[in-house]
């Protein structure tokens, strides 16, 4: 799955803050089923989804949702 890959550290941001999933979920528009999917990684949101959860504890999305290094790309953009 998405684990191999993503980092989900949405746990530990709601601990850090003192944030229940209920609180969370209606932050962001969504269930607490969802929020309780996501830090058990059994679900992995949409970009937006992302996007709004990081907003809501005020830090780059990257913070949260971290790609693991092993799956980098292997090459880079280069400008023309």
Do not use: H
């Not at 932050?27 to 949101?45: F, H, M, N």
């Not at 780059?60 to 400008?79: D, N, Q, S």
Request: proline share 4%.
């Amino acid at each position: 799955m998405f684990e191999d890959c993503i980092e989900v550290r949405l746990r530990e941001f709601r601990a850090r803050y003192r944030v229940s999933q209920e609180e969370l979920a209606r932050s962001v528009g969504v269930t607490r089923q969802t929020i309780i999917a996501i830090e058990k990684g059994k679900y992995l949101p949409s970009l937006t989804l992302a996007l709004k959860i990081a907003r809501f504890f005020n830090v780059p999305v990257e913070e949260i949702f971290k790609l693991k290094e092993k799956c980098y790309p292997r090459g880079r953009a280069t400008e023309q």
